[in-house]
C-alpha cells in the first residue's frame, strides 16, 4: 500500500530499496516554493543497520507488513540459531549474523518477538528487561569509593555488564536489553 511522505511517522514499517525498514525519527518539513519533504532515521529489519534519508512526495514509498509472533528461544547449534514458534511449535532458523547484538540475551526458554516478512523470520524483538544470572564477579569491597560504587560481572550467556559492589556470584539480576545495563535485583 502506497502513502504520501506526509503520513510518515516513527514506528511504522515502510519498504525502503525493497527491504523493510521501521522509522525510528521522522522531521517533515515544506520549503516554501518546493514540495514537502521528510529527513528520516531508518532502521533495516534484516540487518540492522541504521540510516539517515530524506523522502520526497514524489517518491514511492510503501508500508511493509511485518507480522510479530510470540516464539521461544530453543537452542544454539554452531553459528545457528532455533525458535520455536509458540503456537504451532514450528522451528525457525537465525543465522549468528542476524541476531550477533542479542545473543549476550539469548538463554534457553526466553520468550521473545519474532519479526516476520513474507512469512520469512527477519529479526528479533527482545523483551526491555531480561533476568540473567551472574556467573563471575569480584567481591566488592566497601568503604574505597566516594560514591556508590560498580564492578564488571559475567552473566551466564557470557554477556557483561556493570553491577553495584553488593551483587556477588550467584544472583539474579534484571538487566535492560535495550541499553544492556544492570536495573536491580531479580
Do not use: W
Not at 514499517?13 to 514537502?36: C, D, F
Amino acid at each position: 500500500m502506497s502513502i504520501s511522505v506526509s503520513q510518515l511517522k516513527p514506528s511504522l514499517t515502510i519498504e525502503y530499496n525493497g527491504q523493510p525498514h521501521i522509522i525510528l525519527e521522522s522531521e517533515h518539513a515544506k520549503l516554501a516554493r518546493g514540495s514537502s519533504f521528510v529527513r528520516a532515521k531508518i532502521k533495516n529489519l534484516i540487518t540492522s543497520q541504521v540510516l539517515s534519508c530524506t523522502l520526497r512526495d514524489s517518491d514511492k514509498i510503501n508500508t511493509a507488513f511485518v507480522e510479530r509472533k510470540k516464539l521461544m528461544f530453543s537452542y544454539k547449534e554452531g553459528e545457528r540459531y532455533h525458535f520455536l514458534d509458540v503456537d504451532n511449535y514450528q522451528d525457525f532458523i537465525l543465522n549468528q549474523t542476524a541476531v550477533e547484538d542479542k545473543v549476550g540475551y539469548l538463554k534457553e526458554n526466553l520468550e521473545l518477538a519474532g519479526l516476520f516478512y513474507k512469512d520469512k523470520l527477519i529479526n528479533l524483538e527482545l523483551p526491555t528487561a531480561i533476568t540473567l544470572e551472574v556467573v563471575k564477579t569480584n567481591p566488592g569491597f566497601k568503604g574505597n569509593t566516594v560514591k556508590s560504587g560498580t564492578k564488571p560481572a559475567k552473566l551466564e550467556t557470557g554477556l557483561a555488564v556493570e553491577v553495584p559492589l553488593f551483587i556477588k556470584n550467584g544472583d539474579k539480576i534484571k538487566v535492560d536489553t535495550r541499553k544492556g545495563e544492570y536495573l536491580e535485583r531479580a
